[in-house]
């Protein structure tokens, strides 16, 4: 088996699996849908930002919220391959560690977009104008965002053993990167302390990317955010490739 053909292989698993669950798609839809329905809708009625209605100026941080919490929860299903068997089949092929964790990988990502697709598709129930060309750069940006994040959950559940210890790592990492990302507030006139917690919060720069481009509002350059977004991917593809290789069984 060549490397590309493992590859090809672990991330058909994985889409396979997430198709069969049938739950797991509606679920990651429902709590993105909420916030946008209630919170939004609900603050949206007497609260405007920079001439935007609530609703609208949240929607790209939905969007972010959905890929944050589907791709670090993703890491999970390593610890339940693990407790299967399934992993340890997996680490005695003959394939790399690190062509492993390319394909699942590859496949959180795959699954991450599909759910972004639908909630790009949402946009226009709640009356957003997205052309095709919007459309596609908002995707690339939420893709290149999901290769981070799906990273670092592969790389805290290559170290974790329990799906209980796994989840209390990541709603320790979650919560902050949400709430600290300027996802329901704008990031102008914050106190010094929020500022600078928004500023060193690498998804910040994610939510600021999908602002500007659906609904023109952004607070730092777009050289700024897209540069980000890169590094914050190479990083945690090497934080998550590191881990496998030194992943036991």
């Not at 507030?185 to 500023?199: H, I």
């Amino acid at each position: 088996m060549s490397e590309l053909e493992g590859i090809y292989a672990v991330w058909l698993r994985e889409l396979k699996v997430y198709i069969r669950e049938k739950e797991r798609v509606v679920s990651s839809l429902i709590s993105p849908i909420l916030w946008l329905v209630a919170f939004g809708t609900g603050l949206g009625s007497v609260v405007e930002i920079e001439g935007v209605n609530y609703q609208t100026y949240i929607y790209p941080g939905v969007l972010v919220m959905s890929v944050l919490f589907s791709s670090l929860f993703y890491g999970v299903y390593v610890i339940w391959d693990r407790k299967l068997d399934f992993l340890k089949e997996v680490l005695v092929a003959p394939l790399s560690r690190v062509s492993i964790f390319i394909g699942k990988a590859l496949g959180g990502c795959t699954t991450v977009a599909i759910q972004s697709a639908a909630l790009l598709a949402i946009g226009y129930l709640i009356g957003l104008p997205l052309p095709l060309g919007t459309l596609l750069w908002v995707f690339l940006l939420l893709f290149i965002l999901s290769v981070a994040l799906v990273s670092l959950g592969l790389a805290i559940g290559a170290n974790m053993r329990s799906p209980e210890g796994f989840m209390l790592v990541v709603n320790f990492v979650i919560w902050p990167l949400f709430f600290f990302s300027g996802a329901l507030y704008p990031l102008d006139s914050l106190p010094v302390w929020l500022s600078g917690a928004t500023n060193a919060n690498p998804v910040t720069y994610g939510v600021d990317a999908v602002r500007g481009a659906v609904i023109g509002v952004q607070h730092f350059p777009l050289l700024v955010d897209f540069a980000v977004l890169l590094l914050l991917s190479l990083a945690m593809i090497a934080a998550g490739a590191w881990s496998f290789r030194r992943m036991h069984d």
